[in-house]
């Protein structure tokens, strides 16, 4: 399945948005997600069923103004 | 002391932790400021550098109260998504909520400012909206719920101070009530106390401290000069003339001649 992945073009077989973010190493991380331009709560994350050309936003803390 | 949304402060700088040369830098330079307050952003993670973790530790040593932005967003719908995941991230409810209407002057879009501000303030966050002199935009987020507004001085970066000070005062006077924070485009400590002797609250600021030759050096010159404007405010400054006025006794001047023409 192809996803836009941070703006990127990203090929996964993860089920969920909980899986693809264990599978790319952000299971324990400070991260946040969005799917197709909303907010998803980490706590929903596993219920959250990704398809083909989805597009996730996987962010964390950087410096701001 | 002031206070934000139920919290009290000592330091009225509020200072960004962005564009500094080094994480070493930023941290002796939000001590310098003695700043309380720090504004922080979210961004994309990559699975290879994972540059936010070692971020956020940084942020958990400093130990201020962060302010996350939403730089960045055009729109109210990406503004309002940005915010809730940083309300996740953070584990706080402030966020400093920005919605730019282009990219020359990022200048505040009022109309998504007050789109998103209004959701926002109804899901409970605490909003501190980035927003021009409008006296009406103004008056749309305080009924959207915010109790803290950000004007701009000049554009973000822009270092040119406070180009519309007459509408910085009008809103002052306007808003006697409502904490004011001068937030963008300040460049020098002088503009910074010029703000607070307006009798503004607070000063946000990033860039002229983080490119200054000495960042650190520079923070210590802004807070002193934001304490002075401070001062200065409460002490009540004399209001300009056109004519002189002098300052030393008239009475008993030497030689003093009532009609200086005989």
Known sequence: ?65 | MFELYGKSFTSRMLLGTAQYASPDILRQAVKAAGAEIVTVSLRRESARARTGQGFWSLIEELGCRVLPNTAGCHTAKEAIATAQMARELFGTSWVKLEVIANDDTLQPDLFGLVEAATVLCAEGFDVLPYTTEDLSAADRLLAAGCTVLMPWASPIGSARGLINKTALRSMRAYFPDTPLIVDAGIGTPSHAAEAMELGYDAVLLNTAVAKAGDPIKMAKAFAQAIEAGRLAFEAGLVEPRDMASPSTPVAGTPFFKIDHAS
């Open chain 1, 1 to 65: 399945m192809q996803i836009l992945l941070n703006g990127e073009r990203f090929a996964t077989d993860a089920s969920n948005l909980d899986e693809l973010c264990a599978k790319l190493g952000f299971a324990e991380a400070k991260v946040a997600t969005a799917v197709n331009g909303s907010f998803v709560a980490a706590a929903k994350r596993s219920a959250t069923h990704l398809a083909e050309a989805d597009e996730i936003e996987i962010v964390a803390p950087r410096q701001g103004g």
